[in-house]
Every structure is written in C-alpha cells, then in structure tokens.
C-alpha cells in the first residue's frame, strides 16, 4: 500500500509561483509513475504532470512551460514546481501513485490564483 500526503498549496496572485510536495509512504524508486493531477470546481479531474520511474515526464497542454515535475529520492518526495499561475490554474491538486497496477490517491491541498 501507499500513502500519500500533498502540502504547499494556497492562495497566491495571477503570475505566481507555487511549489506542491508529495510526501510518499515507500521508495519513490518502486513506484511506476507519480503523478500531480488536479480538479477545478464543477470539472472533472484531470492530469497535468506524470513522472515515470525512468524519470520520462509528461505534461498537459496547458501547463507545459510553467509547470514541473521533480522528485527526490532520498526524501521520497515529488515535487510540482508551479509558475507564471493563471485563474485558471486553480484547483485542488492530487498526488497518484501507480504501484504496479493499483492507482494511489492524496487528499488533495488547494491552490487558488486569484487578485
């Protein structure tokens, strides 16, 4: 089983940054893929960056070029590196984990861009 928990969430302005962490419960080195995914009120979740345990990242259209992806082994942590935020952006962001075929899930922590 993993568990995970997100932090770093917030209310920041329009052309902000964030940084999201994922602390993770097992070695980051077992797991398939980490994922930041996120979802908007009155919106289905979706994704917007993944992590491969190769380190192959894969980012949504709509966050490429402002957002990133990073873990550190030895804490066992994924990162989401969030800039130039925009209204749209905000959500609540979850952390998956893909632990050979069963889908992991954090509670989420809000982010708000918002003036």
């Known amino acids: 089983q993993v568990q995970l928990v997100e932090s770093g969430g917030g209310l920041v302005q329009p052309g902000g940054s964030l940084r999201l962490s994922c602390e993770v419960s097992?070695?980051?080195?077992?797991?398939?893929?980490m994922g930041w995914y996120r979802q908007a009120p009155g919106k289905e979740r979706e994704l917007a960056a993944t992590?491969?345990?190769?380190?192959?990242?894969n980012y949504a259209d709509s966050v490429k070029g402002r957002f990133t992806i990073s873990r550190d082994f030895a804490k066992n942590t994924v990162f989401l590196q969030m800039n130039s935020l925009k209204p749209e952006d905000t959500a609540v962001y979850y952390c998956?984990?893909?632990?050979?075929?069963?889908?992991?899930w954090g509670r989420g922590t809000l982010v708000t861009v918002s003036s």
């Open positions: 998956n984990a893909l632990y050979y075929t069963v889908n992991y």
């Open positions: 097992r070695s980051i080195s077992t797991i398939n893929v």
């Open positions: 992590i491969s345990r190769g380190g192959i990242t």
